[in-house]
């Protein structure tokens, strides 16, 4: 029997409806996100637990690895089920030093959607990120128009079926959707790093999906007072009241917390079932404000 996982939620203009709890896959590389997984049968396992227990949105990339993840993915999983939206992103390339380097020419962007493709083994890729460099944890304004008519182009040549931006602002939202329609925006936020508000809100008002990247911090957990409180209080951890945090923050809130574990996999999707009170959630609201001072 599978979890709820935090209900469902369907892309605009789509058929692809998922369960708002899903799995990124990025930690499967190695360290650094580069080269072979710690253990690669774990990593599969992780893969395989992840989809028996319901989750059926996968986000990755080819240069997650680069190429490593994709190969696991159609490793542990294919042929997929019918159910499974698997969610790439385009824009970057790795270096031979494990650098990421922006890749945006129009040559650059078809041969890096051909080659998740090729390393996942499908005919066209079900959503596409196109990931803004930059600043990582802030979008920087500027014209991405050209960027996504060349995404547009690969739509049209059946490579991609929907479109999603990442690491954007509002205004390249729009720039955006007057070009194509975007059914996703994924950017850094989470309970402690709440600038992007204004934008939650704005992409729930139109039926967008919100995927966090580092809803749990990335590179740096969250760890502040208000949320050891928190889950000492329900009896849960600190990392699941921060991604319960992100459900109930917005119904287009879609969650892709990543491990290379099935332990953590298992605490993360508990979370989709963890409810944060009134009270919980007061105590939660204040932690960006105080982040700020």
Same mark, same amino acid.
């Given at each position: 029997?599978?979890? #709820?996982?935090? /209900? ?10 998922? !369960? ?10 190695? %360290? ?25 949105? $996968? ?5 997650? =690895? ?9 490793? +542990? ?9 698997? *969610?790439?992103?385009? /824009? ?9 380097? @922006?890749?945006? #020419? %129009?040559?650059?962007?078809? #041969?890096?959607? !051909? ?11 079900? &959503?596409?990120?196109? !990931? ?6 802030? %979008? ?7 960027? *996504?008519? $060349? ?8 490579? $991609?079926?929907? &479109? ?17 329609? &975007? ?23 139109? /039926? ?9 911090? =990335?590179?740096? @957990? ?5 949320? +050891? ?11 699941? *009241? ?14 892709? @917390? ?19 009170? +009134? ?7 204040? &932690? +960006? ?5």
């Amino acid at each position: 029997m599978t979890q #709820s996982l935090g /209900g469902t939620f369907t892309f605009p203009g789509t058929s692809l409806t998922v !369960r708002r709890m899903g799995y990124g896959a990025m930690q499967l590389a190695g %360290p650094g996100v580069f080269g072979p997984p710690r253990d690669h049968d774990e990593a599969v396992a992780v893969l395989r637990e992840a989809i028996a227990s319901g989750v059926d949105h $996968i986000d990755t990339s080819d240069f997650y =690895g680069p190429h490593v993840v994709n190969k696991l993915i159609k490793e +542990a999983l294919h042929p997929f089920p019918k159910n499974l939206v698997i *969610v790439s992103k385009l /824009g970057a390339k790795r270096g031979a030093d494990a650098s990421w380097n @922006p890749a945006f #020419s %129009p040559e650059e962007l078809e #041969s890096a959607a !051909r080659d998740n493709l090729r390393h996942l083994g499908i005919d066209a890729l079900d &959503i596409v990120n196109l !990931r803004i460099m930059g600043d990582v944890h802030a %979008p920087q304004e500027g014209s991405i128009a050209d960027k *996504v008519e $060349i995404m547009a182009n690969l739509q049209r040549k059946g490579l $991609i079926k929907h &479109i999603g931006l990442s690491n954007v602002t509002s205004k390249q939202v729009a720039e955006a959707r007057s070009i194509v329609p &975007i059914v996703c925006v994924q950017n850094f936020y989470n309970v402690a790093n709440r600038n992007d508000d204004p934008l939650v809100d704005e992409m729930a008002a139109a /039926g967008i999906a919100f995927v966090p990247f580092f809803p749990l911090g =990335g590179f740096f @957990p969250l760890q502040t007072e208000a949320l +050891a409180t928190v889950a000492t209080k329900l009896g849960a951890t600190q990392l699941q *009241v921060a991604q319960a945090w992100l459900l109930q923050r917005a119904p287009n809130m879609l969650l892709i @917390p990543g491990t290379s574990s099935r332990g953590h996999l298992r605490e993360n999707l508990a979370s989709a079932e963890l409810k944060l009170p +009134a009270d919980a959630l007061d105590q939660l609201n204040v &932690i +960006a404000a105080q982040a700020k001072h």
